[in-house]
């Protein structure tokens, strides 16, 4: 502590001139606006945290009730099924990249 207290002591010594008050009134308020901004940004980003929960929440739970059925229907599913559901998922994976590799647009 003591070099502390020697540090302190030598800065009231020293007496600082203020040059141009313009600048340093513009300074000080440039900070203010910086806390303030920044108090705002902080509010805005946990309102929209809360409604992303929310938000969420309510989207979530009707998926919910879906993934239950599907789970209780997928106990009835035998390897038939799966094979077929493959085929039909590369099928259309393959029809997908024929389209992209022609330069196919949807949206142009």
Known sequence: MNKFEDILSQEKQVSYAQR?????GFYT?????????AKRVKTRLWVCLILLITGSALFFSPINQLMNNLIAHLGAVDIV?????ALISYGVTGFFILFIKRGFRVFS
Not at 20 to 24: G, I, K, P, S
């Open 29 to 37: 308020l440039t900070l203010i606006a910086q806390e303030q901004a």
């Open 20 to 24: 141009d008050r313009e600048l340093f």
């Open 81 to 85: 099924d799966i094979v077929k559901m």
